[in-house]
């Protein structure tokens, strides 16, 4: 199983230009999310998805937009890169139970400059 | 508005003594809190977690404890490792939802 995967694992993007980070899981989990994590700042939730065809914004979800078409995918979707959207961005799965044992698997990450 | 604050950048422990992170929140609707461990270039992964019925929970060498009433966290790393050094996260998540909301991160670094 490759659990979370996300590609590609850099880029350098002019401003203005367009991007789609790809994330992928065969961990059969509902729940999916984005975020990015810029230096001192923490990781800061962008968009997340409960199941396909359902999403919803999380703290900083300007400049992106994303979409949940099937359980295994959800793409982060940059249409015009400014240069505060320089992060590296982290997708991640849950299973969405609802327990108090859940917890969310990250992908790699995908780091991002935008010049 | 952050709601999950880690107050301490970084830390520096002696290897075999106790690393002890914080971590505080403001909003009182989170009911389940978790610790992540991050290395560089990679994502994070998940260390412990604890839910809000509870104060404290422990795994091996780490025990998270929480203080509702003072709506903190902590983490407590006995015997601390060289291999412990990393970015510790902290993770809430808002009763009723499945939005997680991470700190800043604390910069471990355990000295051999």
């Known amino acids: 199983n490759a659990g979370v995967t996300q590609t590609p694992k850099f880029r350098i993007l002019k401003i203005g230009q367009s991007m789609t980070l790809q994330c992928t899981q065969d961990?059969?989990?509902?729940?999916m999310y984005w975020y990015r994590q810029d230096p001192g700042m923490g990781l800061k939730l962008i968009y997340y998805s409960v199941g396909a065809g359902i999403t919803d914004k999380g703290e900083v979800p300007n400049g992106y937009n994303v979409s949940r078409s099937t359980t295994e995918d959800f793409p982060l979707r940059l249409e015009l890169a400014a240069p505060s959207q320089t992060s590296v961005y982290f997708c991640?799965?849950?299973?969405?139970?609802?327990?108090?044992?859940?917890?969310?698997?990250f992908g790699s990450g995908t780091q991002l400059s935008v010049l | 508005d952050q709601q999950v604050k880690q107050n301490s950048p970084s830390l520096s422990v002696q290897e075999g003594r106790i690393s002890i992170l914080n971590c505080d929140y403001t909003?009182?609707?989170?009911?389940?809190f978790l610790w992540y461990k991050k290395y560089p270039a990679e994502g994070p992964t998940f260390l412990i977690s604890?839910?809000?019925?509870?104060d404290k929970n422990e795994d091996g060498r780490f025990t998270v404890f929480l203080n509702k009433s003072a709506k903190h966290l902590s983490l407590h790393i006995v015997p601390s490792q060289p291999g412990d050094s990393a970015v510790y996260f902290c993770?809430?998540?808002?009763?009723?939802?499945?939005?997680?909301?991470f700190g800043t991160g604390t910069r471990l670094k355990v000295l051999a």
């Open positions: 993770a809430a998540r808002t009763s009723g939802t499945y939005k997680y909301i």
């Open positions: 604890i839910s809000s019925i509870k």
């Open positions: 961990m059969n989990h509902n729940y």
């Open positions: 909003n009182s609707m989170f009911d389940y």
């Open positions: 991640a799965t849950g299973p969405g139970a609802r327990l108090y044992n859940e917890k969310l698997f």
